[in-house]
């Protein structure tokens, strides 16, 4: 259905003034491009570029004869640089802490230009990638039709930077780095009343733990099993930096500025990026922005609800494509 693509940007300077050569990977679904409207879609922390076909992460929306239907769009999904998904040493980035979602955004915008991509029906995407997606918007305000962030924020939170702080020095310090954060972050994507209707109190006598403590450490032991440690902690870092440089006088001036649609979704249970936060960015955007329109997606599940809740999902994103 895609291969995998390599993409090579070199020389891009970082918020420290040096200069770093990114190694990523990208791939391209449905439509030839440039023959049809390109999507582009964000993974979240722990994805990838496989986002359509049996194994994509997001197959439940991206397809042929899905709501992004690959019979009228051309989709575009790079690998987040260093998220280590093709397994090349070369491709992982040691000092993460230099990275930020907008260097990111500013890689992406270069890797667009050497497909001689210049403009977007939509950009896309949940969690990190949603937040990517505002970077993205906010350095080509008029690039894109539709910005579409989902269970996600302009703006890191102090919450949410406060996690990332724990989740770095579980990853720093643990004797089993990967797996300890996963289980800590997944208590960050999943709400109490998810866990309890999910697993009741119940104790497996034969592993001789809760049901709870058995799902923790197979998540934790999953990721360990493919996902590189300098991976997570460069993706875990990439949370904190989300929009770090805006402002409410910076947002409104894009607001001002931006030709794009903006779709607002959040998830009324999410406490990794609140639905309060996002009812607070359109508050802020509604007076200046021409069209900006928030929704929400109402579950018990908190923030994993966006690839839980598909069905509310794609009723929500049907209208825009």
Avoid at 1 to 19: D, K, V
Avoid at 95 to 104: A, E, F, N, R, S
Avoid at 122 to 134: C, D, E, F, Q
Wanted: aromatic share 10%; hydrophobic share 40%; charged share 15%.
């Amino acid at each position: 259905m895609s291969r995998l693509q390599e993409i090579t940007i070199t020389n891009h300077t970082l918020p420290n003034g040096s200069t770093h050569t990114f190694h990523f990977t990208y791939q391209v679904v449905g439509q030839p491009l440039h023959s049809a409207p390109i999507v582009l879609v964000n993974h979240a922390l722990t994805g990838n570029s496989q986002v359509a076909g049996d194994n994509g992460w997001w197959n439940s929306l991206v397809g042929y004869d899905k709501v992004i239907d690959l019979n009228k769009y051309t989709v575009i999904a790079f690998d987040i640089p260093g998220n280590g998904f093709n397994q090349q040493e070369r491709h992982l980035i040691q000092d993460y802490k230099v990275l930020t979602t907008k260097v990111i955004a500013e890689v992406f915008w270069k890797a667009l230009d050497r497909l001689h991509v210049s403009h977007l029906y939509a950009i896309i995407g949940g969690s990190l990638g949603g937040s990517i997606a505002w970077e993205l918007a906010f350095i080509r305000p008029t690039a894109v039709d539709h910005l579409i962030p989902i269970a996600t924020s302009c703006k890191a939170s102090d919450w949410l930077i406060g996690n990332a702080l724990v989740q770095d020095s579980i990853l720093n310090n643990s004797s089993k780095p990967i797996e300890d954060a996963r289980m800590h972050a997944m208590l960050l994507y999943r709400t109490p009343a998810s866990l309890q209707q999910k697993f009741a109190n119940g104790y497996k006598e034969s592993e001789n733990q809760y049901a709870i403590e058995s799902w923790l450490k197979y998540h934790g032991q999953t990721l360990e099993s493919r996902f590189k440690l300098q991976a997570y902690k460069l993706m875990n870092h990439l949370l904190k930096t989300i929009g770090q440089e805006q402002t409410q006088d910076s947002l409104k001036a894009f607001a001002q500025l931006t030709s794009a649609q903006i779709h607002c979704i959040a998830v009324d249970t999410d406490y990794m990026f609140t639905n309060k936060e996002q009812e607070q960015t359109v508050a802020l955007l509604k007076d200046c922005c021409k069209h900006i329109t928030y929704q929400e997606i109402q579950s018990i599940h908190g923030h994993d609800a966006f690839l839980i809740e598909y069905e509310q999902l794609n009723n929500l994103l049907k209208p825009l494509f």
